[in-house]
């Protein structure tokens, strides 16, 4: 897990994966007084890139020399408004913290960075700042003040850094900033305070170190004619002052990117062209100084080798070379009144110039920072609320101890005082709050040691004080054995001389002294502690110094400095005095910690050295942090965030607890079995006294939730299911709702229209005998469609069947002309089917229709039997076949018809059979006899001249033969043919006339008798049958039957 990646994972979550990340937080390690198992977690946290590791609320980082993508915008506002013990430890997160306790409690803070050179406070501070810097609002004034706070690094640093064999970036000061914020948690204004400026790097770099960056960035990146106008060449080997570490040039370090970024920043916070060059030219004026040698004049005096760079360098600060030179080489007392000046010889003159060099530098750096302070004053008036932040040396110890590491540790020591007081205040006052009672903690309390450097009188620095101003020949020795004999019962001192043990004293040099920080044992050698702590520079110096042309130089000389008589604070006093400030200001404010470590010395990533960082654990006082915090319980959290996490452990807070946080909680240790020892229940946190049983909490967790996960699983499925299930059910619901919607429409659309039908159709009834109109059209099309449509399913099917369907009113013209057409069509069809016999067959019916009907009343009675050929019975066809057809016929003639009849003498009348044959030329009447056939009349067709018949029932039948005939053949044929209506047509038929045909219209008819003489045949109805009878009269009376 990177970093980045873990960044926003609930602390307690990562505890899931100690065993590969370690716990974030130290107090959670089970053996916590062990500094392995301690080094250890923060080992296996390191090799997974993971720099941040807690102590309680203090944030120990471990340098990682890579980037790690920790510092994002991203991550940055990720880190923003959330709860200090959500997200894994950061130094975003500990600022967050800090910032909101400020803006919500209106309460001041601090955050105290302390650590080795080179373990990453000045990366952690500049982050810390940016993270303040980005919580501003942007406008416009706000933007201003921001980039203003932003910038001070920059200048700072260039001023105030140095490439050291420790860190390419190391800073040579200690720094303070407090930033303003109004009540809105804007940042209005800062200000910073410096501490021990390590001047002497001025003067003097070790092999492999540099001189502060500025003098290297001037150089590199100042244009040509600023250079020029400075009287400077570019490289740094010309000067003596940048050459002496041998080591101008660093890989990884733009001097000439740097420049720029300094003049920004000069431009940024206001300084005026004029301040500009006044800084310029007295950082060249250093350079010029640095290159002036003494030696030996014939009075073994001290004379300048060259006086160019006097010349240059007095050129710059504004003075008189003259004035300049011979104040590096003379020194004026003042003892009584008297006033004396004596030269110097090289030495004392190379030491007066270092110092002026040291001397100018230091003041001008705190110029730039009081310059810096009025850049960044608020012009805002209301309370504000101050956020400071400490970026101080931690404990150092070399194998060379001086005076700057006694300075460095002491500070260190009181910063630890400050932390255990303001822990155990802060325990304690947590303990109260929480209503739980405060168990005593054992804790180191370096006040001892404190003491034993700053009391009055007694204390280190006082008797370095007494002996820096003792008349006499005070030296570094006899400072040592003054200690000897104040401090040799100390618990915390001691030296070669006061070691009561030999195997002791054999390890102690004679010039050292040692002291039993809380850290550990430092040794210090006494050389150079009256010098330093004198911090001479000569009257003469700070003179011409006050007379300058320069604005800063005669401003940080001020003259009044020299007309004060008293003696100057010695510099371990003055610096005791800054950390007493120092001290007042932080005890005021609620701390945070951020512990810098630096994991190897090799500027390595990837690389823990566990030496090295035990060293560092020692001396940061890690265990005893742990300890203290320990002392009580282990963890602590508010019953929301723990109740959030582990109420799926017990069944009265799962899934939801009810009631108040506190009782869910009482629940679920309840339910876990806790022991009562090993937790309190305060008033908003839960206290647990050892790891052990939060990792038991943990581990039942991480068991329960793969259970739950599974329940969630299973759970989601069924709601997903339900939900798809729902949404096919709304779904079918809804295509049902619409379709029953649109059938109802459509049914609607349907009754509307059935409505319109019926409505047209009652109206075309109602108007069904008007002529055709819009109305009634529709109506009648459909009462003639209907009609056609019966029609033709009772078509008859035969001609003989004469029924017809009725039709209404607008149909009778066409069902007329369709029965007409119908019958056509059926008779023409009948007709087609018939064979040639039949269709003789009907011609003659036909013919005897036109010939009978509605004349004779018989009639009707033909009309049902067809017309035959022959109606002889067999025996007289037979005899007609053979007598007849061969003997008898006229050859030539075929024969047509034969039939019985009776023939009535013409006179007397008296009846008698014969047979009569109709041939296609001749009427044959033949007499059958004794199987023979006798001949008795043939008339010619032609000579046929009518055919008479009665209107009545009977079959009477008179042939008219020509009157010149009816001798011969003795008249006309008086017969009773019976079938006389078919035997009247065959003859008719035959002989193609009609015109023979005489239906009488009176009651008689008259014939030809043989003589000529005409007869009387009476017609006459009313008999049940017909009779033909001779009258009285001896007329033939026909009486025709019904
Ligand atoms: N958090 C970090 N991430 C990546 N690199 C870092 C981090 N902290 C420090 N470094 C690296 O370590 C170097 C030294 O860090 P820094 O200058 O902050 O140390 P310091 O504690 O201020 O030392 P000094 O006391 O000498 O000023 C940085 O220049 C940078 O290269
Ligand atoms: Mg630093």
């Known amino acids: 897990m990177s970093g980045g990646h873990q960044a926003l994972v609930r602390m307690e979550s990562v505890l899931e994966d100690r065993e590969r990340y370690g716990v974030p937080d130290a107090i959670l390690l089970e053996d916590y007084q062990n500094e392995a198992v301690f080094i250890d977690n923060l080992k296996k946290r390191y090799h997974e890139n993971v720099i941040y590791t807690y102590i309680g609320q203090v944030l120990v980082s471990v340098n990682p020399y890579k980037d790690l993508g920790l510092y994002t915008d991203a991550l940055l506002e990720k880190y923003r408004n959330v709860n200090f013990y959500e997200v894994p430890p950061h130094v975003f997160a500990i600022t967050e913290n800090a910032y909101r306790t400020m803006t919500s409690e209106v309460t001041d803070h601090c955050i105290l960075i302390s650590g080795e050179s080179g373990a990453g406070k000045t990366e952690a501070s500049k982050q810390v700042l940016r993270f303040l810097a980005?919580?501003?609002?942007?406008?416009?004034?706000?933007?201003?003040?921001?980039?203003?706070?932003?910038?001070?690094?920059?200048?700072?640093?260039?001023?105030?850094?140095?490439?050291?064999?420790?860190?390419?970036?190391?800073?040579?000061?200690?720094?303070?900033?407090?930033?303003?914020?109004?009540?809105?948690?804007?940042?209005?204004?800062?200000?910073?305070l410096n501490y021990l400026l390590e001047k002497s790097r001025v003067v003097h770099q070790e092999h492999g170190e540099r001189n502060f960056h500025v003098f290297y960035q001037l150089l590199a990146g100042a244009p040509d004619d600023l250079l020029a106008k400075l009287n400077l060449v570019r490289d740094p080997s010309n000067y003596f002052y940048l050459k002496q570490g041998d080591s101008s040039h660093v890989g990884g370090i733009n001097d000439r990117g740097c420049f720029e970024a300094v003049d920004y920043a000069l431009d940024i916070l206001n300084f005026s062209t004029e301040e500009q060059e006044a800084i310029w030219g007295v950082i060249a004026a250093i350079l010029h100084l640095g290159n002036v040698t003494f030696t030996e004049d014939d009075n073994r005096n001290a004379k300048v080798v060259d006086d160019q760079p006097v010349k240059e360098c007095s050129k710059l600060i504004g003075c008189e070379p003259a004035q300049l030179l011979k104040a590096l080489t003379h020194r004026t007392i003042e003892a009584r009144g008297d006033v004396v000046t004596s030269p110097l010889n090289p030495d004392q003159a190379g030491y007066a110039r270092d110092a002026l060099a040291k001397s100018v530098y230091e003041r001008i750096f705190n110029w730039l920072v009081g310059r810096l302070n009025l850049s960044l004053t608020s012009n805002e008036i209301g309370r504000k609320t101050l956020l400071g932040i400490l970026d101080i040396y931690g404990f150092e110890i070399f194998d060379r101890n001086g005076f700057e590491q006694f300075c460095i540790n002491y500070c260190n020591e009181k910063l630890q005082q400050v932390f255990i007081e303001l822990t155990l205040k802060s325990e304690q006052e947590e303990y109260k709050r929480e209503g739980i009672e405060w168990e005593p903690v054992k804790f180191f309390d370096n006040k001892i040691i404190c003491d034993l450097v700053e009391e009055k009188h007694k204390g280190i620095i006082s008797l370095l004080d007494e002996e820096c101003l003792r008349p006499g020949d005070a030296n570094d020795l006899t400072f040592l054995s003054k200690m000897d004999s104040h401090l040799s019962n100390h618990d915390h001192y001691f030296s070669y001389e006061t070691a009561k043990n030999n195997k002791v004293k054999k390890t102690i040099n004679k010039d050292e002294f040692r002291l039993r920080h809380y850290a550990g044992e430092v040794a210090y050698r006494v050389q150079g502690f009256l010098d330093k702590n004198n911090d001479l520079l000569f009257r003469d110096l700070k003179h011409t110094m006050s007379q300058a042309s320069n604005i800063i130089a005669k401003s940080v000389f001020p003259r009044e400095e020299l007309q004060n008589k008293k003696?100057?604070?010695?510099?371990?006093?003055?610096?005791?005095?800054?950390?007493?400030?120092?001290?007042?200001?932080?005890?005021?404010?609620?701390?945070?910690?951020?512990?810098?470590?630096?994991?190897?010395?090799?500027?390595?990533?990837?690389?823990?050295?566990?030496?090295?960082?035990?060293?560092?654990?020692?001396?940061?006082?890690?265990i005893e942090n742990l300890r203290v915090r320990r002392a009580g319980f282990a963890y602590r959290r508010l019953y929301e965030i723990f109740l959030a996490r582990y109420k799926s452990l017990c069944p009265?807070?799962?899934?939801?607890?009810?009631?108040?946080?506190?009782?869910?909680?009482?629940?679920?240790?309840?339910?876990?079995?806790?022991?009562?020892?090993?937790?309190?229940?305060?008033?908003?946190?839960?206290?647990?006294?050892?790891?052990?049983?939060?990792?038991?909490?943990?581990?039942?967790?991480?068991?329960?939730?793969?259970?739950?996960?599974?329940?969630?699983?299973?759970?989601?499925?069924?709601?997903?299911?339900?939900?798809?299930?729902?949404?096919?059910?709304?779904?079918?619901?809804?295509?049902?709702?619409?379709?029953?919607?649109?059938?109802?429409?459509?049914?609607?659309?349907?009754?509307?229209?059935?409505?319109?039908?019926?409505?047209?159709?009652?109206?075309?009834?109602?108007?069904?005998?008007?002529?055709?109109?819009?109305?009634?059209?529709?109506?009648?099309?459909?009462?003639?469609?209907?009609?056609?449509?019966?029609?033709?399913?009772?078509?008859?099917?035969?001609?003989?069947?004469?029924?017809?369907?009725?039709?209404?009113?607008?149909?009778?013209?066409?069902?007329?002309?369709?029965?007409?057409?119908?019958?056509?069509?059926?008779?023409?069809?009948?007709?087609?089917?018939?064979?040639?016999?039949?269709?003789?067959?009907?011609?003659?019916?036909?013919?005897?229709?036109?010939?009978?009907?509605?004349?004779?009343?018989?009639?009707?009675?033909?009309?049902?039997?067809?017309?035959?050929?022959?109606?002889?019975?067999?025996?007289?066809?037979?005899?007609?076949?053979?007598?007849?057809?061969?003997?008898?016929?006229?050859?030539?003639?075929?024969?047509?018809?034969?039939?019985?009849?009776?023939?009535?003498?013409?006179?007397?009348?008296?009846?008698?059979?014969?047979?009569?044959?109709?041939?296609?030329?001749?009427?044959?009447?033949?007499?059958?006899?004794?199987?023979?056939?006798?001949?008795?009349?043939?008339?010619?067709?032609?000579?046929?001249?009518?055919?008479?018949?009665?209107?009545?029932?009977?079959?009477?039948?008179?042939?008219?033969?020509?009157?010149?005939?009816?001798?011969?053949?003795?008249?006309?044929?008086?017969?009773?043919?019976?079938?006389?209506?078919?035997?009247?047509?065959?003859?008719?038929?035959?002989?193609?006339?009609?015109?023979?045909?005489?239906?009488?219209?009176?009651?008689?008819?008259?014939?030809?008798?043989?003589?000529?003489?005409?007869?009387?045949?009476?017609?006459?109805?009313?008999?049940?049958?017909?009779?033909?009878?001779?009258?009285?009269?001896?007329?033939?009376?026909?009486?025709?039957?019904?």
């Open 567 to 622: 003696r100057p604070e010695t510099a371990a006093t003055q610096f005791k005095q800054s950390l007493g400030n120092l001290m007042e200001i932080l005890m005021i404010k609620e701390p945070s910690y951020i512990r810098c470590i630096k994991p190897n010395d090799e500027k390595r990533s990837c690389n823990f050295n566990f030496e090295r960082v035990s060293h560092q654990v020692k001396y940061l006082g890690l």
């Open 652 to 1042: 009265a807070t799962w899934p939801k607890y009810p009631g108040p946080a506190k009782d869910g909680v009482k629940a679920i240790v309840d339910h876990l079995g806790y022991h009562p020892e090993d937790y309190r229940m305060g008033e908003t946190k839960l206290f647990i006294r050892l790891p052990k049983t939060l990792f038991f909490t943990e581990d039942r967790f991480q068991m329960r939730k793969a259970e739950l996960a599974t329940m969630i699983q299973a759970k989601w499925k069924a709601f997903m299911y339900q939900r798809r299930y729902q949404k096919m059910r709304d779904s079918v619901t809804r295509i049902a709702k619409h379709w029953r919607r649109i059938k109802a429409q459509r049914l609607l659309a349907r009754r509307k229209w059935a409505v319109g039908i019926v409505r047209a159709f009652i109206k075309g009834f109602i108007t069904r005998n008007e002529p055709v109109n819009p109305i009634n059209e529709r109506f009648q099309q459909l009462v003639k469609c209907e009609f056609l449509l019966r029609l033709s399913k009772s078509l008859p099917s035969n001609l003989l069947d004469t029924k017809w369907p009725p039709s209404p009113a607008p149909c009778n013209e066409a069902s007329n002309i369709l029965h007409g057409m119908y019958r056509t069509y059926m008779a023409r069809r009948y007709v087609k089917a018939l064979t040639p016999e039949k269709r003789s067959m009907f011609e003659e019916k036909v013919l005897a229709e036109q010939l009978f009907k509605g004349q004779k009343t018989s009639y009707m009675d033909s009309l049902p039997h067809w017309f035959m050929t022959s109606r002889l019975t067999p025996e007289d066809e037979s005899l007609r076949k053979t007598a007849f057809e061969d003997i008898i016929k006229t050859p030539g003639e075929k024969t047509k018809y034969c039939i019985p009849c009776t023939k009535y003498d013409r006179h007397g009348y008296k009846p008698r059979d014969r047979l009569l044959i109709l041939t296609s030329g001749a009427l044959y009447l033949l007499e059958a006899k004794e199987n023979k056939l006798k001949q008795k009349h043939r008339f010619s067709l032609k000579e046929v001249q009518g055919l008479h018949v009665s209107p009545n029932t009977d079959n009477l039948l008179l042939v008219q033969i020509p009157v010149e005939n009816a001798k011969r053949d003795k008249g006309d044929l008086i017969l009773n043919v019976p079938n006389v209506i078919e035997a009247v047509t065959k003859m008719i038929s035959i002989s193609d006339n009609s015109e023979v045909l005489k239906i009488a219209e009176t009651e008689t008819i008259g014939h030809t008798m043989k003589n000529g003489k005409q007869g009387t045949i009476l017609l006459g109805t009313g008999s049940s049958i017909t009779t033909i009878d001779k009258n009285k009269e001896g007329k033939l009376a026909v009486i025709a039957g019904h």
């Open 134 to 192: 980005a919580t501003s609002l942007h406008r416009r004034e706000i933007d201003r003040v921001r980039d203003r706070l932003l910038q001070s690094n920059p200048l700072l640093e260039a001023f105030g850094n140095a490439k050291t064999n420790r860190n390419d970036n190391s800073s040579r000061f200690g720094k303070y900033m407090d930033i303003e914020f109004n009540f809105k948690g804007d940042p209005v204004g800062g200000h910073i």
